[in-house]
Nanobody, 127 residues
Framework: QVQLVESGGGLVQAGDSLVLSCVASGRTGSTGNDNAVGWFRQAPGKEREVVAATSWGGSTPYYPTSVKGRFTVTRDNAKNTLHLQMNSLKPEDTAVYYC?????????????????WGQGTQVTVSS
């Protein structure tokens, strides 16, 4: 079993920056050095959507159009940590953000292909 714990959420103003972190613990080896990891978000009344997808092995990150150029995902394999740098935040970025890891796929943008999830961290962007 793998545990994922996010941190770094909060209330910010439009245009501000925020960094989210996700620490993986437990049987992290079960996810593999080249397994998919990513960040998702879910706003009230909306489906969960990917905001960044990569792998522990360093696959070229995927970003949806809505965040491309503003969000950057990085990883520190030595510390089993994944970060999400979010710049130029907008009110529409308000959501609960989740870290996720897959034991089955080396790259995935579909939430159904992820097996482990953190508890989520709230990000609220005021206008």
């Amino acid at each position: 079993q793998v545990q994922l714990v996010e941190s770094g959420g909060g209330l910010v103003q439009a245009g501000d920056s925020l960094v989210l972190s996700c620490v993986a613990s437990g049987r992290t080896g079960s996810t593999g050095n080249d397994n998919a990891v990513g960040w998702f978000r879910q706003a009230p009344g909306k489906e969960r959507e990917v905001v960044a997808a990569t792998s522990w092995g360093g696959s070229t990150p995927y970003y949806p159009t809505s965040v491309k150029g503003r969000f950057t995902v990085t990883r520190d394999n030595a510390k089993n940590t994944l970060h999400l740098q979010m710049n130029s935040l907008k009110p529409e970025d308000t959501a609960v953000y989740y870290c996720a890891a897959s034991r089955r796929y080396s790259y995935a943008t579909d939430s159904r292909n992820y097996d482990y999830w953190g508890q989520g961290t709230q990000v609220t962007v005021s206008s």
